[in-house]
């Protein structure tokens, strides 16, 4: 089977893992949140209290942590951290973690190793930039700061997380901010990426969008 990479990029909460999910399943393809790997790092780090301005601290941490990915089910060192890493906590720290170039190298490496000669959309924030720059497609999602905090609040509430629509709001811009001007891989939409704006847009459209790119490579 060939390889075939469809990237998905874009800002927190954009809408990225739903659409991919879904367009995932439309065609086939494997669906690697690249999002979860960060924040498993993230949720050791804040679990063990790591140093992240230590280098050896850092390191010791990237030797400790091992990542498996089963079906959509995330094991941080063999045990299942799939909504541990979905907390506000974890967002919270997330963005300074991915920032540490260490972490994106471990990262990078896994990521490709895990969508090599297959066919796979991957979403998160430099797939389309550094992870996979030559990839069959490459979709940068946006959607506005409201729309993307409501959509996050909404989530927090169904998992019966308590969380305000101000602290959500932001802490999803101080995110950005970060992943944004960071020296290491910053947020950026890559020239040949397809730009998607989803606050004006329902999930169908955007899939049908992005169904629209696919089926201009394949066909
Ligand atoms: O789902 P949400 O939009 O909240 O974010 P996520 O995709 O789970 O990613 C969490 C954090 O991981 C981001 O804010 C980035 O700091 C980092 N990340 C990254 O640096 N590079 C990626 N390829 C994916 C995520």
Redesign the pocket.
């Known amino acids: 089977m060939e390889e075939f990479i469809v990237t998905v990029d874009g800002p ?3 809408g ?2 739903t659409i991919a999910k879904i367009v995932a399943a439309k065609y086939g393809l494997t669906y690697l949140d ?3 790997m ?2 498993m790092i993230a949720l050791y780090a804040l679990e063990n209290g790591v140093n992240l301005e230590d280098e050896k601290s850092v390191e010791a941490m990237l030797e400790n942590t091992k990542l498996d990915i089963v079906g959509n089910k995330f094991f941080l060192n063999g045990k299942d951290v799939s909504e541990e890493i979905r907390t506000p906590e974890v ?1 919270g720290i ?2 300074p973690v ?1 920032a540490i170039k260490a972490v994106r190298v471990k990262l990078v490496e896994l990521q490709r190793e895990i969508s090599k000669g297959k066919k796979t959309i991957l ?5 389309g930039t550094v992870v996979f720059p030559n990839a069959q497609v490459k979709i940068f999602l946006v959607a506005s700061p409201e729309e993307r905090a409501r959509r996050r609040l909404n989530e927090y509430k169904e998992k019966g997380i308590e969380a305000d629509f101000e602290s959500v709001i932001t802490s999803i811009k101080e ?1 950005d901010r ?2 944004s001007t960071r020296k290491e891989s910053p947020l950026m939409k890559a020239d040949d990426a397809v730009e998607i704006d989803s606050s004006v847009m329902t999930i169908d459209e955007v899939v049908q969008a992005i169904s629209e790119c696919i089926d201009k490579k394949v066909n």
Do not use: E, L
């Open positions: 927190a909460g954009s990225k893992s690249t999002g979860a960060y924040r967002s997330v963005s991915a979403d998160g924030r430099d797939i995110r970060i992943d």
